[in-house]
């Protein structure tokens, strides 16, 4: 029995304002965070996991508040639109249904040409949340939605069947590699005849990921050229189209070409580091000797890490302070960030991991 003068519903649910700021601004936080782990070289996928929970007791949050996250959301867009921030709101738009809400979002990232916060947020979603999206969107007028949709094919490993082969000849140049990317992925070979043609596009990143295709199908001899340019050319995507290159072979032909870039100051790094990427790990004490030289230190180090994973574990054998290692490498790196290994601990590792 309810009481005379009770209500029989409850009041309306109270939200914590500052609680679900900090909700926005840690999701914000941690799926950029999270995201730039992705493109480490090579990328430590448990530190993504790990980080990717905490990304998701955020949303929990924000599933919790709902609408009311809105204003938390939107300020913090205002304030900072970059990747975490779009990331954020368009998840809360498409969790929320909102079709003008999203709408919105993809007409701001489009103006700031910020892709990755909303591609993410498509690949944050189950398939049958977006599905609707992405139908509408891969044969939307818009470009910018073309290649949201790809991308969200890309995360997901879906085909778009038929579509996918008006969408490797898209006009747009970005959603035109995107789709050449996801035509690799999905190893489709009745486009093959597309990439080989796409290799002569005026885009380099149409040529990159055409290349790239082929090399899925086994058939990078058609586009060793290209990849080793790209490679060489340098850029976010040069590592891609360096291990394109090596798969696309031969061998002996790669290690000669391998030998060829260590000859320059200006290519040796990327010469170590696709010689780790060959899976030898006999070359270990090779490579020990190249993480004494700094111009590729940390190529040298990335390679180790491919090589041996369980290195990561062994802390003690690495240093964010390449000043550790004496004048040249200070010289070298000067106020410069980044991992590299010490020589003496790999070898004392190597030696360890020998006896036991």
């Known amino acids: ?36 782990w992705g493109q480490e070289d090579p990328p430590d996928e448990t530190v993504i996991g790990e980080i990717g929970q905490r990304v998701e007791i955020n949303l929990d949050g924000l599933r919790i508040a709902g609408a009311a996250a809105w204003p938390a959301a939107g300020r913090q867009l205002d304030d900072f639109p970059d990747k975490g921030e779009f990331f954020v709101v368009g998840w809360m738009a498409i969790e929320q249904g909102d079709a003008t809400r999203i709408d919105q979002t993809v007409a701001a990232a489009k103006e700031l040409d910020e892709r990755r916060g909303l591609v993410g947020a498509l690949a944050w979603h189950q398939p049958p949340k977006i599905g609707h999206l992405v139908r509408d969107w891969l044969v939307a007028p818009d470009a910018f939605k073309r290649y949201l949709a790809v991308g969200a094919c890309l995360e997901h490993g879906v085909d778009p069947r038929q579509l996918l082969a008006r969408l490797v000849k898209d006009p747009d140049a970005p959603a035109r590699a995107f789709a050449m990317r996801l035509a690799g992925q999905l190893k489709r070979a009745d486009l093959a005849r597309e990439m ?15 290349g790239w295709a082929l090399t899925q199908l086994g058939s990078g001899d058609l586009a060793r050229v290209q990849l080793r340019k790209a490679a060489v050319a340098g850029g976010p995507d040069a590592l891609t189209a ?95 960030v980044v991992t590299v290994a010490i020589p003496d601990r790999v070898e004392e590792w190597q030696a360890i991991s020998r006896a036991a």
């Not at 080989?196 to 055409?210: G, I, K, T």
């Open 196 to 210: 080989a043609a796409a290799l002569e596009s005026e885009d380099q990143m149409v040529r990159l990921w055409a």
């Open 1 to 36: 029995m309810v009481p005379a003068g009770e209500q029989l519903f409850a009041p309306p649910r109270r939200i914590a304002a500052e609680a679900v700021r900090q909700h926005v601004e840690q999701a914000a936080f941690l799926w950029a965070q999270r995201d730039n």
């Open 242 to 336: 360096l291990r394109a290159a090596i798969t696309a072979g031969p061998e002996k032909d790669v290690r000669a070409w391998m030998g060829g870039l260590m000859q320059s100051v200006a290519t040796a790094p990327l010469a170590v580091r696709g010689i780790g990427m060959l899976g030898d790990r006999s070359i270990l004490p090779w490579l020990i000797e190249r993480m004494k030289e700094p111009y590729v230190a940390v190529a040298a180090c990335a390679a180790l890490l491919e090589l041996f994973p369980e290195a990561r574990e062994e802390t003690r054998m690495f240093t964010i302070d390449p000043t550790e290692l004496g004048p040249a490498f200070a010289k070298h790196f000067e106020d410069d």
